[in-house]
């Protein structure tokens, strides 16, 4: 059995993702030995132990993860903006992989989990609109996960930030006219369709001074199925 289904098989953990999250983390270990792949065969028989993750935050923590590591980031020290924090699973992320400091943006309110929300490590900036925030501090990087609007929208609103470092989920649902989204139900299934919109976001941080290095598509698809782009920019000297 693959090792991460085995640890909720045996309720370790309570979702696949919150086991791969931990293997990738380095919190499992197989036969006295730190596991690195999910999908490691293991039986019964062998000696499996499992640490306890710091937070219960949701799948954005895995989606980050893989572009960390897929773009060779490391966000240690860092001071980072994270805009969408939503639950808090980019924050939790980063805080994991040693930044000094995450301002946590979203324009709800009360959904970013305790034991982030009371991190010192985080400023948490809750009903604020990112077009509506003035840059209050230098950041290292950004990261971003924004739903029901376009990244285009706000690009201006990032840029101002001049952070040297984007990584940003990109939503494709979200990104095509609301006629093309309402006629799939909202699950973008043409691989054209996804690219085209994937082009178009790239397209527009060009625009306003950001060049893409990588592009990968996202491990964990979003509602309804739809699958995502995890890109990594990085601003132009200008």
């Known amino acids: 059995m693959r090792l991460d289904q085995f640890l909720v098989s045996k309720q370790i953990y309570n979702t696949r993702a919150r086991a791969v999250a931990a293997i990738r983390a380095g919190l499992v270990s197989v036969n006295a030995v730190v596991a690195k792949k999910p999908s490691q065969n293991v039986s019964d028989d062998d000696n499996v132990i499992a640490g306890a993750l710091p937070y219960s935050s949701g799948r954005g923590n895995l989606k980050l993860i893989a572009a960390l590591e897929k773009f060779n980031v490391n966000p240690v020290d860092y001071v980072c903006l994270d805009v969408g924090a939503s639950t808090g699973g980019f924050t939790?992320?980063?805080?994991?992989?040693?930044?000094?400091?995450?301002?946590?943006?979203?324009?709800?309110?009360?959904?970013?989990?305790?034991?982030?929300?009371?991190?010192?490590?985080?400023?948490?900036?809750e009903q604020t609109d990112i077009r509506n925030l003035a840059p209050i501090c230098a950041v290292d990087l950004i990261v971003v996960d924004v739903s029901f609007i376009s990244l285009c929208n706000i690009m201006d609103a990032l840029s101002a930030w001049h952070a040297p470092q984007i990584i940003a989920l990109i939503k494709p649902q979200?990104?095509?006219?609301?006629?093309?989204a309402a006629r799939n139900h909202g699950v973008?299934?043409?691989?054209?369709?996804?690219?085209?919109?994937?082009?178009?976001?790239?397209?527009?941080?060009?625009?306003?001074?950001?060049?893409?290095?990588?592009?990968i598509e996202s491990p964990i698809r979003g509602g309804s199925g739809n699958v995502e782009y995890l890109a990594y920019l990085r601003r132009v000297a200008q």
């Open 92 to 125: 939790e992320c980063l805080l994991s992989h040693g930044a000094l400091r995450v301002i946590a943006v979203d324009v709800g309110t009360g959904q970013l989990i305790p034991a982030i929300k009371n991190d010192n490590r985080v400023v948490v900036l």
């Open 174 to 180: 979200f990104e095509v006219p609301r006629a093309i």
């Open 188 to 215: 973008i299934k043409s691989a054209d369709v996804r690219q085209n919109a994937v082009q178009n976001v790239i397209q527009n941080f060009e625009k306003v001074g950001y060049k893409q290095i990588g592009i």
